[in-house]
């Protein structure tokens, strides 16, 4: 089993809908990071979460680290959304602290 | 913003050959990861360094891989002999300390032949 979970893998879309994608983890972390990768393959970092919520325009993340799971939400979606979300987390307990990684959720938005 | 570098963006090899990807970090971040990223699948961690100095290399394949920074600032990540099971999209990231946000580069797409 996967340490780190996303849900859906795939997600298609109209523009304007309300869009969530999950991550569930199995590891003790320090931090949690959203990722969003474009075709081209850079990625860019989004949010780095370790408790709450955190909002940057049309994106909103939420951690329960309880239930440790976080959800990445995206309100107005609009084509230009269209990438690979990556949850990514840091484990906590010292040592090195290079990410682990979910395999991504494919998101389209159609006009 | 500051961004990372790496070079190639694409590289392609024939197997058996020696390939060798750069990343420059964004100025003054002591931390630097390599990542290797399969078709498909997330990214996985190859090696992390804190300056000069390598944290973790646990998943690099060192018959093969290796790695270094000699000044703590660039780093190089070489391949030799590259295998077909090499093609993958290879990352550079780097943060200003451990724990911190990443930035991640744009990868260096690897094609072996």
């Known amino acids: 089993k996967n340490e780190v979970e996303q849900s859906p893998q795939n997600l298609t879309a109209q523009e304007g809908e309300f869009i969530t994608i999950n991550c569930s983890y199995s590891?003790?972390?320090?931090?949690l990071h959203w990722l969003q990768q474009h075709p081209g393959g850079g990625i860019v970092s989004l949010f780095m979460l370790s408790s709450g919520k955190k909002k940057h325009g049309r994106l909103i993340a939420t951690i329960n680290i309880q239930e440790k799971h976080s959800s990445l939400h995206i309100t107005a979606s609009h084509p230009r959304d269209s990438a690979v979300y990556i949850c990514?987390?840091?484990?906590?307990?010292?040592?090195?602290?290079?990410?682990?990684f979910g395999k991504g959720t494919h998101l389209i938005i159609q006009p | 913003e500051a961004e990372v570098a790496q070079s190639p963006r694409y590289k392609i090899t024939e197997k058996s050959q020696a390939v060798a990807f750069w990343c420059d970090p964004i100025?003054?971040?002591?931390?630097l990861y390599w990542y290797r990223q399969i078709l498909g699948q997330g990214p996985e961690l190859l090696v992390q360094?804190?300056?000069?100095?390598?944290?973790?290399d646990s998943q690099l394949p060192k018959d093969r891989f290796s790695a270094e920074r000699l000044k703590g600032v660039d780093s190089t990540l070489k391949i030799q002999p590259a295998e077909l099971g090499d093609s993958a999209m290879y990352l550079c990231?780097?943060?200003?300390?451990?724990?911190?946000?990443?930035?991640f580069g744009q990868g260096t797409r690897l094609t072996v032949v």
């Open positions: 590891v003790g972390i320090s931090a």
């Open positions: 990514a987390v840091s484990r906590s307990g010292g040592g090195a602290d290079g990410l682990t």
């Open positions: 360094f804190q300056d000069e100095s390598v944290v973790d």
């Open positions: 990231a780097s943060a200003s300390a451990r724990g911190v946000r990443a930035f």
């Open positions: 100025s003054g971040h002591a931390t």
